[in-house]
């Protein structure tokens, strides 16, 4: 599975956060340009990365037999979807409509888009491995719990990825896009 996708461990390259130093982290919610869109969508990136550890660490407390196969069954199966849908559709969103209007406001994001593009085709991969490898806890969890119990070990190689992912990604997706929303002051 480590071998089909990268998880970038570096900081985005310095190039990229052309604008960061101008606008950084800590003063984005105080710019008069930081709008409710901005929040939003900062917002569900929180969200994401909340499902992502409590999905890891659900995986931890059951495996550790501090939280039963069924109840761990049932609460994969409703933050996993959610998890793996939500970051889809959010995913797309960015893809066909969000990263566009960044890029026709300031031709600079561009450059960024082929790495954010690249994070967003491998997370499809960690998502569909996770996805397929939590079915199978889940639909084993009724059938056979010590099996259940054994492949969780994959899930949770897979969550902690996936958590991994997305703290690497969210971050340099925010620290490009947001400069460039409040330079522009666009989404408002």
Same mark, same amino acid.
Request: proline share 4%.
């Given at each position: 599975?480590?071998?089909?996708?990268?998880?970038?461990?570096?900081?985005?390259?310095?190039?990229?956060?052309?604008?960061?130093?101008?606008?950084?982290?800590?003063?984005?919610?105080?710019?008069?340009?930081?709008?409710?869109?901005?929040?939003?969508?900062?917002?569900?990136?929180?969200?994401?990365?909340?499902?992502?550890?409590?999905?890891?660490?659900?995986?931890? !407390?059951? @495996?550790? #037999?501090?939280? =039963?196969?069924? %109840?761990?069954?049932?609460?994969?199966?409703?933050?996993?979807? &959610?998890? +793996?849908?939500?970051?889809?559709?959010?995913?797309?969103?960015?893809?066909?409509?969000?990263?566009?209007?960044?890029?026709?406001?300031?031709?600079?994001?561009?450059?960024?888009? !082929?790495? @954010?593009? #690249?994070?967003? =085709?491998?997370? %499809?991969?960690?998502?569909?491995?996770?996805?397929?490898?939590? &079915?199978? +806890?889940?639909?084993?969890?009724?059938?056979?719990?010590?099996?259940?119990?054994?492949?969780?070990?994959?899930?949770?190689?897979?969550?902690?990825?996936?958590?991994?992912?997305?703290?690497?990604?969210?971050?340099?997706?925010?620290?490009?896009?947001?400069?460039?929303?409040?330079?522009?002051?666009?989404?408002?």
């Amino acid at each position: 599975m480590l071998d089909t996708y990268t998880i970038r461990k570096d900081d985005m390259p310095a190039e990229l956060g052309f604008l960061l130093d101008r606008y950084p982290r800590d003063s984005w919610p105080d710019h008069p340009g930081f709008k409710e869109k901005t929040r939003h969508w900062l917002g569900a990136h929180q969200m994401f990365r909340r499902v992502a550890e409590l999905i890891r660490v659900d995986t931890e !407390e059951m @495996l550790d #037999k501090q939280r =039963a196969l069924d %109840d761990y069954a049932g609460r994969l199966s409703y933050y996993g979807g &959610n998890l +793996v849908g939500n970051l889809h559709g959010h995913h797309g969103w960015e893809d066909h409509s969000y990263f566009p209007e960044l890029a026709a406001a300031d031709p600079r994001f561009e450059a960024g888009l !082929e790495l @954010l593009e #690249k994070d967003h =085709a491998d997370l %499809d991969l960690v998502l569909d491995t996770f996805t397929r490898q939590a &079915n199978r +806890v889940i639909k084993l969890a009724h059938l056979d719990e010590a099996q259940a119990r054994e492949e969780a070990g994959q899930v949770h190689q897979s969550a902690t990825a996936i958590e991994a992912f997305l703290k690497r990604h969210l971050s340099d997706e925010e620290e490009l896009a947001v400069p460039i929303i409040l330079h522009h002051r666009l989404r408002g």
